[in-house]
Protein backbone atom coordinates (compact mmCIF):
# COMPACT_ATOMS: atom_id res chain seq x y z
CA UNK A 1 0.00 0.00 0.00
CA UNK A 2 1.46 3.65 -1.02
CA UNK A 3 -0.15 6.40 0.49
CA UNK A 4 -0.06 9.98 -1.11
CA UNK A 5 1.10 13.13 0.01
CA UNK A 6 -2.48 14.76 -0.36
CA UNK A 7 -3.04 18.57 -0.58
CA UNK A 8 -6.49 18.40 -1.54
CA UNK A 9 -8.49 21.63 -0.08
CA UNK A 10 -11.38 19.68 1.37
CA UNK A 11 -12.52 16.55 1.79
CA UNK A 12 -9.13 16.51 2.46
CA UNK A 13 -5.84 14.13 4.34
CA UNK A 14 -6.84 12.64 7.69
CA UNK A 15 -4.13 11.73 9.99
CA UNK A 16 -3.30 8.08 9.27
CA UNK A 17 -3.33 6.47 12.57
CA UNK A 18 -7.18 7.72 12.60
CA UNK A 19 -7.72 5.93 9.65
CA UNK A 20 -5.63 2.95 11.41
CA UNK A 21 -7.83 3.01 14.33
CA UNK A 22 -10.93 3.11 12.22
CA UNK A 23 -9.95 0.00 9.97
CA UNK A 24 -9.14 -1.84 13.13
CA UNK A 25 -12.78 -0.80 15.02
CA UNK A 26 -14.76 -1.36 11.17
CA UNK A 27 -16.57 -4.39 12.16
CA UNK A 28 -16.26 -4.40 15.91
CA UNK A 29 -16.33 -1.19 17.94
CA UNK A 30 -14.57 -2.57 21.31
CA UNK A 31 -16.23 -5.52 21.72
CA UNK A 32 -19.95 -4.40 21.10
CA UNK A 33 -19.99 -6.43 17.87
CA UNK A 34 -20.93 -3.97 15.56
CA UNK A 35 -19.77 -0.91 13.16
CA UNK A 36 -20.26 2.26 14.56
CA UNK A 37 -22.53 2.72 11.69
CA UNK A 38 -24.61 0.16 12.49
CA UNK A 39 -25.28 1.67 15.67
CA UNK A 40 -28.63 3.47 16.99
CA UNK A 41 -27.69 6.94 17.87
CA UNK A 42 -29.27 6.68 21.03
CA UNK A 43 -27.68 3.66 22.26
CA UNK A 44 -24.89 3.42 24.87
CA UNK A 45 -22.32 3.09 22.83
CA UNK A 46 -22.61 5.42 20.81
CA UNK A 47 -23.80 8.02 23.00
CA UNK A 48 -20.29 7.82 24.88
CA UNK A 49 -18.61 8.36 21.38
CA UNK A 50 -21.02 11.46 20.71
CA UNK A 51 -19.78 12.99 24.24
CA UNK A 52 -16.43 12.44 24.04
CA UNK A 53 -15.99 13.84 21.12
CA UNK A 54 -17.56 16.24 22.10
CA UNK A 55 -15.63 16.68 25.39
CA UNK A 56 -12.45 17.19 23.36
CA UNK A 57 -13.45 19.47 20.84
CA UNK A 58 -14.29 21.43 24.05
CA UNK A 59 -10.82 20.69 25.71
CA UNK A 60 -9.14 21.63 22.52
CA UNK A 61 -10.53 24.81 21.96
CA UNK A 62 -11.15 25.89 25.33
CA UNK A 63 -15.12 26.38 24.80
CA UNK A 64 -16.35 28.49 27.74
CA UNK A 65 -19.63 26.76 29.59
CA UNK A 66 -21.88 29.48 27.82
CA UNK A 67 -21.35 27.99 24.62
CA UNK A 68 -23.39 24.85 22.71
CA UNK A 69 -21.73 22.72 20.54
CA UNK A 70 -23.79 21.56 18.01
CA UNK A 71 -22.91 18.49 15.53
CA UNK A 72 -25.29 19.06 12.50
CA UNK A 73 -25.83 18.72 8.81
CA UNK A 74 -25.97 20.52 5.78
CA UNK A 75 -22.28 21.73 5.34
CA UNK A 76 -20.98 25.11 5.36
CA UNK A 77 -23.39 25.96 3.08
CA UNK A 78 -26.23 25.08 4.73
CA UNK A 79 -25.13 27.34 7.76
CA UNK A 80 -25.01 30.51 5.11
CA UNK A 81 -28.75 30.07 5.59
CA UNK A 82 -29.26 28.32 8.48
CA UNK A 83 -27.01 31.39 10.24
CA UNK A 84 -29.28 34.21 9.36
CA UNK A 85 -32.06 32.09 9.73
CA UNK A 86 -31.74 31.96 13.56
CA UNK A 87 -29.77 34.84 13.97
CA UNK A 88 -30.50 37.68 11.72
CA UNK A 89 -34.38 38.01 13.58
CA UNK A 90 -33.33 39.81 16.39
CA UNK A 91 -33.19 43.15 14.51
CA UNK A 92 -33.78 42.09 10.67
CA UNK A 93 -30.16 43.11 9.53
CA UNK A 94 -26.35 41.89 9.60
CA UNK A 95 -23.31 42.96 8.55
CA UNK A 96 -21.01 40.85 5.98
CA UNK A 97 -17.14 41.44 5.85
CA UNK A 98 -16.84 40.07 1.85
CA UNK A 99 -13.02 38.88 1.42
CA UNK A 100 -13.35 36.07 -1.25
CA UNK A 101 -15.34 33.45 -2.39
CA UNK A 102 -16.86 31.90 0.39
CA UNK A 103 -17.64 34.99 2.21
CA UNK A 104 -19.10 36.24 -0.99
CA UNK A 105 -21.63 33.40 -1.35
CA UNK A 106 -22.45 33.64 2.95
CA UNK A 107 -23.76 37.76 2.02
CA UNK A 108 -25.85 36.32 -0.67
CA UNK A 109 -27.65 33.49 0.90
CA UNK A 110 -28.23 35.73 4.01
CA UNK A 111 -30.38 38.45 1.15
CA UNK A 112 -33.10 35.60 1.57
CA UNK A 113 -33.75 36.45 5.17
CA UNK A 114 -32.88 39.73 6.18
CA UNK A 115 -30.93 43.08 5.13
CA UNK A 116 -27.94 42.58 4.54
CA UNK A 117 -24.74 45.20 4.84
CA UNK A 118 -21.87 44.56 3.40
CA UNK A 119 -19.17 46.37 5.89
CA UNK A 120 -15.83 45.94 3.75
CA UNK A 121 -15.37 44.05 0.26
CA UNK A 122 -11.41 43.11 0.12
CA UNK A 123 -9.99 42.61 -3.59
CA UNK A 124 -8.74 38.84 -2.78
CA UNK A 125 -5.35 39.32 -1.95
CA UNK A 126 -6.20 40.99 1.48
CA UNK A 127 -8.26 41.91 4.70
CA UNK A 128 -9.74 44.88 4.83
CA UNK A 129 -8.45 46.66 8.36
CA UNK A 130 -11.03 46.79 10.35
CA UNK A 131 -10.87 50.88 10.44
CA UNK A 132 -12.09 50.41 6.81
CA UNK A 133 -14.85 48.90 7.92
CA UNK A 134 -18.76 50.25 8.19
CA UNK A 135 -19.99 48.44 10.93
CA UNK A 136 -23.79 49.11 12.15
CA UNK A 137 -24.57 48.52 15.40
CA UNK A 138 -28.26 47.85 14.92
CA UNK A 139 -27.07 44.39 13.12
CA UNK A 140 -27.87 41.01 14.62
CA UNK A 141 -24.03 40.07 14.14
CA UNK A 142 -20.63 40.52 11.91
CA UNK A 143 -20.00 38.01 9.49
CA UNK A 144 -16.73 36.81 8.72
CA UNK A 145 -15.12 34.18 6.52
CA UNK A 146 -11.89 33.67 9.10
CA UNK A 147 -10.09 31.57 5.92
CA UNK A 148 -11.17 32.00 2.56
CA UNK A 149 -10.09 28.20 1.40
CA UNK A 150 -10.03 29.52 -2.62
CA UNK A 151 -8.06 32.63 -2.42
CA UNK A 152 -5.90 32.01 0.42
CA UNK A 153 -6.33 35.19 3.12
CA UNK A 154 -6.87 34.58 6.51
CA UNK A 155 -7.72 36.77 9.32
CA UNK A 156 -4.18 35.94 11.97
CA UNK A 157 -6.37 38.88 14.15
CA UNK A 158 -10.00 38.68 15.89
CA UNK A 159 -11.99 41.81 14.73
CA UNK A 160 -13.72 43.89 17.90
CA UNK A 161 -17.00 44.14 17.02
CA UNK A 162 -18.24 45.46 20.58
CA UNK A 163 -22.14 44.32 21.62
CA UNK A 164 -22.21 42.68 18.43
CA UNK A 165 -21.85 39.17 18.13
CA UNK A 166 -19.00 38.42 15.69
CA UNK A 167 -20.33 35.20 13.97
CA UNK A 168 -17.16 33.45 11.69
CA UNK A 169 -16.91 30.45 9.36
CA UNK A 170 -14.01 28.71 10.48
CA UNK A 171 -14.72 25.77 7.94
CA UNK A 172 -11.04 25.78 6.61
CA UNK A 173 -8.78 26.47 9.72
CA UNK A 174 -10.36 26.04 12.58
CA UNK A 175 -8.27 23.72 15.01
CA UNK A 176 -5.20 25.09 13.32
CA UNK A 177 -4.27 27.51 16.37
CA UNK A 178 -5.47 28.49 19.08
CA UNK A 179 -8.20 30.99 19.14
CA UNK A 180 -10.27 32.47 22.33
CA UNK A 181 -13.87 31.53 21.93
CA UNK A 182 -15.35 34.04 23.72
CA UNK A 183 -14.62 36.77 21.24
CA UNK A 184 -17.60 35.30 18.82
CA UNK A 185 -20.96 34.88 19.24
CA UNK A 186 -20.81 31.82 16.71
CA UNK A 187 -18.81 29.65 14.81
CA UNK A 188 -19.14 27.21 12.27
CA UNK A 189 -17.73 24.84 10.23
CA UNK A 190 -17.66 22.02 7.52
CA UNK A 191 -15.81 19.08 9.27
CA UNK A 192 -14.11 17.41 5.58
CA UNK A 193 -10.42 19.97 6.71
CA UNK A 194 -9.31 19.74 9.98
CA UNK A 195 -12.09 17.61 11.53
CA UNK A 196 -13.03 14.57 10.05
CA UNK A 197 -15.48 13.29 6.48
CA UNK A 198 -17.54 15.53 5.39
CA UNK A 199 -21.49 15.12 6.47
CA UNK A 200 -20.61 16.72 9.69
CA UNK A 201 -20.86 20.18 10.34
CA UNK A 202 -19.91 21.75 13.61
CA UNK A 203 -22.05 24.83 15.29
CA UNK A 204 -19.80 26.53 18.06
CA UNK A 205 -23.03 28.83 19.66
CA UNK A 206 -23.02 31.22 22.63
CA UNK A 207 -26.35 30.89 24.48
CA UNK A 208 -28.50 33.92 24.48
CA UNK A 209 -27.95 33.89 20.83
CA UNK A 210 -30.17 30.87 20.59
CA UNK A 211 -34.15 31.29 20.88
CA UNK A 212 -34.37 34.18 18.12
CA UNK A 213 -34.93 32.00 14.98
CA UNK A 214 -37.32 32.92 12.17
CA UNK A 215 -40.80 31.10 12.91
CA UNK A 216 -39.89 29.55 9.29
CA UNK A 217 -36.88 27.75 10.36
CA UNK A 218 -36.83 23.91 9.84
CA UNK A 219 -36.68 22.70 13.15
CA UNK A 220 -34.00 20.52 12.19
CA UNK A 221 -31.79 23.79 11.47
CA UNK A 222 -32.87 25.50 14.70
CA UNK A 223 -30.18 25.76 17.38
CA UNK A 224 -32.05 25.92 20.40
CA UNK A 225 -34.17 22.70 19.04
CA UNK A 226 -30.64 21.18 18.67
CA UNK A 227 -29.37 22.38 21.22
CA UNK A 228 -32.04 21.16 23.82
CA UNK A 229 -31.69 17.59 22.16
CA UNK A 230 -28.17 17.75 22.29
CA UNK A 231 -27.47 17.52 18.90
CA UNK A 232 -30.15 14.78 18.54
CA UNK A 233 -33.40 16.33 17.16
CA UNK A 234 -32.84 14.41 14.26
CA UNK A 235 -29.70 11.32 13.63
CA UNK A 236 -26.79 13.42 13.57
CA UNK A 237 -24.15 11.85 11.40
CA UNK A 238 -22.81 9.09 13.82
CA UNK A 239 -19.71 7.92 11.59
CA UNK A 240 -18.29 11.42 11.13
CA UNK A 241 -18.70 11.96 14.20
CA UNK A 242 -17.01 9.33 15.54
CA UNK A 243 -13.89 10.16 13.38
CA UNK A 244 -13.85 13.64 14.54
CA UNK A 245 -13.83 12.00 17.62
CA UNK A 246 -10.35 10.03 16.58
CA UNK A 247 -9.29 13.64 15.15
CA UNK A 248 -9.74 15.35 18.21
CA UNK A 249 -7.82 12.77 20.11
CA UNK A 250 -4.81 12.54 17.91
CA UNK A 251 -4.55 16.62 17.85
CA UNK A 252 -4.48 16.18 21.50
CA UNK A 253 -1.81 13.60 21.47
CA UNK A 254 0.07 16.12 19.47
CA UNK A 255 -0.03 18.97 22.05
CA UNK A 256 -3.00 20.16 21.11
CA UNK A 257 -3.33 23.32 19.22
CA UNK A 258 -0.51 25.21 20.48
CA UNK A 259 1.83 22.30 19.25
CA UNK A 260 -0.14 22.16 15.95
CA UNK A 261 -0.13 26.21 15.89
CA UNK A 262 3.78 25.96 15.76
CA UNK A 263 3.55 23.04 13.10
CA UNK A 264 1.41 24.51 10.94
CA UNK A 265 3.62 28.07 10.69
CA UNK A 266 6.51 25.83 10.34
CA UNK A 267 5.24 23.87 7.04
CA UNK A 268 3.57 27.31 5.67
CA UNK A 269 6.96 29.44 6.33
CA UNK A 270 8.69 26.67 3.89
CA UNK A 271 6.10 27.00 0.74
CA UNK A 272 5.89 30.88 1.21
CA UNK A 273 9.70 31.48 1.66
CA UNK A 274 10.07 29.50 -1.16
CA UNK A 275 7.47 31.10 -3.15
CA UNK A 276 9.05 34.45 -2.00
CA UNK A 277 12.48 33.14 -3.69
CA UNK A 278 11.25 32.49 -7.50
CA UNK A 279 10.27 34.42 -10.22
CA UNK A 280 9.24 31.42 -11.63
CA UNK A 281 6.27 31.02 -9.23
CA UNK A 282 3.97 33.81 -7.82
CA UNK A 283 1.57 34.31 -4.33
CA UNK A 284 -0.32 37.63 -4.89
CA UNK A 285 -1.82 37.47 -1.40
CA UNK A 286 -0.19 40.56 1.23
CA UNK A 287 2.44 39.13 3.30
CA UNK A 288 0.51 39.39 6.34
CA UNK A 289 -3.11 37.97 5.38
CA UNK A 290 -1.47 34.97 4.27
CA UNK A 291 -3.40 31.77 4.98
CA UNK A 292 -1.11 29.11 6.58
CA UNK A 293 -4.17 26.49 5.51
CA UNK A 294 -4.48 26.70 1.94
CA UNK A 295 -1.94 28.40 -0.47
CA UNK A 296 -2.73 29.34 -4.06
CA UNK A 297 0.14 29.74 -6.45
CA UNK A 298 0.83 30.26 -10.39
CA UNK A 299 3.37 28.73 -12.53
CA UNK A 300 4.90 31.97 -14.44
CA UNK A 301 3.77 29.94 -17.90
CA UNK A 302 0.52 28.55 -17.53
CA UNK A 303 1.09 26.55 -20.70
CA UNK A 304 3.45 24.32 -18.00
CA UNK A 305 0.36 23.49 -15.66
CA UNK A 306 -0.40 20.34 -16.75
CA UNK A 307 3.18 18.88 -16.73
CA UNK A 308 3.73 20.34 -13.97
CA UNK A 309 0.72 18.62 -12.13
CA UNK A 310 1.47 15.10 -14.12
CA UNK A 311 5.16 15.59 -12.55
CA UNK A 312 3.92 15.91 -8.88
CA UNK A 313 1.55 12.74 -9.68
CA UNK A 314 4.13 10.87 -10.75
CA UNK A 315 6.12 11.84 -7.00
CA UNK A 316 3.24 10.56 -5.30
CA UNK A 317 1.73 14.33 -4.45
CA UNK A 318 -2.16 14.75 -5.49
CA UNK A 319 -4.79 17.24 -5.60
CA UNK A 320 -2.60 20.50 -6.25
CA UNK A 321 -4.68 21.69 -8.90
CA UNK A 322 -6.40 25.15 -8.09
CA UNK A 323 -9.94 26.00 -7.67
CA UNK A 324 -11.63 25.91 -11.16
CA UNK A 325 -12.68 29.17 -10.71
CA UNK A 326 -9.08 30.64 -10.09
CA UNK A 327 -6.56 28.08 -11.86
CA UNK A 328 -3.39 27.49 -11.37
CA UNK A 329 -1.90 25.36 -8.17
CA UNK A 330 -3.43 25.37 -4.32
CA UNK A 331 -1.59 23.53 -1.62
CA UNK A 332 -3.47 22.89 1.40
CA UNK A 333 -1.86 22.40 4.00
CA UNK A 334 -3.82 21.30 6.79
CA UNK A 335 -3.14 19.94 10.10
CA UNK A 336 -2.91 16.04 8.77
CA UNK A 337 -0.22 17.05 6.04
CA UNK A 338 3.21 16.44 7.75
CA UNK A 339 6.14 18.42 7.15
CA UNK A 340 7.72 15.83 4.94
CA UNK A 341 4.60 16.33 2.37
CA UNK A 342 5.61 20.53 2.17
CA UNK A 343 9.84 19.16 2.05
CA UNK A 344 8.70 17.00 -0.91
CA UNK A 345 6.73 19.75 -2.85
CA UNK A 346 9.11 22.02 -2.50
CA UNK A 347 11.82 19.59 -3.63
CA UNK A 348 9.62 19.46 -6.60
CA UNK A 349 9.12 23.00 -7.20
CA UNK A 350 12.84 23.90 -7.10
CA UNK A 351 13.56 20.94 -9.39
CA UNK A 352 10.99 21.76 -11.74
CA UNK A 353 11.90 25.81 -11.99
CA UNK A 354 15.26 24.02 -12.32
CA UNK A 355 14.44 22.38 -15.32
CA UNK A 356 11.88 24.87 -17.47
CA UNK A 357 12.87 28.33 -15.52
N1 LIG B 1 -16.85 27.88 3.56
C1 LIG B 1 -15.55 27.62 3.38
C2 LIG B 1 -14.53 28.54 3.97
C3 LIG B 1 -15.17 26.50 2.65
O1 LIG B 1 -13.88 26.23 2.45
C4 LIG B 1 -16.16 25.63 2.12
C5 LIG B 1 -15.82 24.38 1.36
N2 LIG B 1 -14.68 24.36 0.63
C6 LIG B 1 -17.49 25.97 2.33
C7 LIG B 1 -17.80 27.10 3.06
C8 LIG B 1 -18.59 25.10 1.80
O2 LIG B 1 -18.64 23.92 2.51
P1 LIG B 1 -19.67 22.76 2.16
O3 LIG B 1 -19.47 22.39 0.74
O4 LIG B 1 -19.28 21.69 3.12
O5 LIG B 1 -21.03 23.25 2.43
Known sequence: MTRVFNFSSGPAALPEPVLRQAAQEMLDWQGSGMSVMEMSHRGKEFMSIHAEAQALLRELLGIPANYKVLFMQGGAIGENAIVPMNLIGRTGQADYVVTGD???????????????????TGDGSEIPPQSAWTLDPRSSYVHICSNETIGGVEFHWTPDTGAVPLVADMSSNILSRRIDVSRYGLIYGGAQKNMGPSGLTVVIVRDDLLGHALATTPSAFNYQIQAENDSMFNTPPTYAIYIAGLVFKWLKAQGGLAAIEQHNARKAALLYDYLDRSSFYRNTVAREDRSLMNVPFRLRDEALDASFLEGAQQRGMVQLKGHRSVGGMRASIYNAMPLEGVQALVAYMQEFEARHG
Not at 102 to 120: C, D, H, I, T
Request: hydrophobic share 40%; proline share 0%.
Open 102 to 120: WSRKSMKEAQRYGKVLVAA
